[in-house]
Nanobody, 125 residues
């Protein structure tokens, strides 16, 4: 499965942006969707993920209440709606899909099998 992430760009603090992640085939619907990000000089970190067990979503504390994960299986697409953006949200954002064996692993990058190429999000103060 190939993933294509898009929607990044330059935004002022307080603004909103929606990232999209389009998968190449219909198997997308059987996978959990997650987003990770990597800021310059930092390690990749978890942002958000959906659960395969009961439809819950998980967020990093730093984005909780500002970011919303969603998906449209008819379009083989996952989304990350980002509101109230902050300069510290600046990073390359990666989408990923996979089948974590339990929600316990939803925040682990190693639980995801397929990754997009990343899209740059820059938030100016």
């Amino acid at each position: 499965v190939q993933l294509q992430a898009s929607g990044g760009g330059l935004m002022q603090a307080g603004g909103s942006m929606r990232l999209s992640c389009v998968a190449s085939d219909r198997s997308f619907s059987s996978y959990a969707v997650a987003w990770f990000r990597q800021a310059p000089g930092k390690e990749r970190e978890f942002v958000a993920a959906g659960s395969l067990f009961g439809g819950r979503t998980f967020y990093a504390d730093s984005v909780k209440g500002r970011f919303t994960l969603s998906r449209d299986n008819n379009k083989n697409t996952g989304y990350l709606q980002m509101n109230s953006l902050k300069p510290e949200d600046t990073a390359v954002y990666f989408c990923a899909i996979g089948a974590p064996i339990s929600d316990r692993f939803s925040r682990d990058a190693s639980a995801y099998d397929y990754w997009g190429q990343g899209t740059q999000v820059t938030v100016s103060s």
